[in-house]
């Protein structure tokens, strides 16, 4: 008797939804920027709405799976040409790598929003950059002197996961969102994440003392690669 409620409960995400979500990884960053502008796209609310059904699986309207196969049809067949690649990297090159705003928490200055749902702030562009794909401020203290509260940084993304030790990344893991210099760890599947700051103290322990990370754990995995430091006047 206790089996059938229970049953009830169970989520049935329907084809349509895994469709979208499949279409949606193969696409971001492509054929849209973020959540805000896909959002924007599909006619739904809020950029939250798209958050929903990537991560929580909450099925979508079939009818805004078929705007979002119409809108980027194009991206979806294949059917873009050579030719047209170069031109967007020709682009972004003299239009330089997206800026998003991110705003820490109020759980932790380490704790940031998810990016897709930001739209970006404008465009860094400098020599030294070009291979970058985004850049994010740095919040917080415990990466200074390296980084300093308030600077931007230019990003890549380090899709295989090789992590170079002793290198400061910006990483994504659990429902974190920081900066670290990342440590060989006690196994090859680990490392340590390293704060610079080792100044400030709770008590007789560090502020920010040095963790493990499970390298499979690691979402995004993205190597410091400029650093753009505010002007003090």
């Not at 492509?30 to 809020?46: D, I, P, R, V, Y």
Request: net charge negative; charged share 30%; hydrophobic share 35%.
């Amino acid at each position: 008797m206790d089996d059938a409620p229970k049953a009830n409960k169970i989520k049935t995400i329907r084809p349509e939804t895994l469709e979208f979500i499949i279409l949606y990884n193969q696409l971001k960053g492509k054929a849209f920027m973020g959540n805000a502008h896909l959002s924007e796209t599909l006619g739904f609310n809020s950029p939250s709405s798209i958050t929903e059904i990537i991560k929580s699986r909450q099925n979508i309207d079939p009818e805004k799976l078929r705007i979002f196969k119409e809108k980027y049809a194009e991206f979806i067949s294949g059917v873009k040409t050579d030719t047209i690649q170069e031109k967007n990297t020709e682009k972004r090159t003299e239009e330089g790598i997206p800026m998003y705003e991110i705003s820490a928490t109020a759980s932790g200055v380490e704790v940031y929003n998810d990016i897709n749902d930001s739209m970006p702030v404008g465009r860094m562009n400098f020599p030294g950059i070009e291979d970058c794909d985004f850049a994010l401020p740095v919040w917080g203290h415990s990466m200074y002197p390296y980084l300093e509260n308030g600077c931007w940084v230019a990003l890549k993304v380090i899709h295989d996961k090789k992590i170079l030790p002793g290198e400061v990344y910006y990483i994504e893991w659990g429902e974190y969102r920081m900066y670290k210099r990342l440590l060989v760890g006690d196994s090859p599947e680990e490392v340590f994440a390293h704060s610079d700051n080792t100044t400030e103290m709770i008590g007789n322990r560090l502020k920010y003392a040095p963790f493990p990370i499970k390298i499979a754990d690691i979402k995004k995995l993205c190597l410091v690669k400029d650093i753009h430091k505010k002007h003090n006047h």
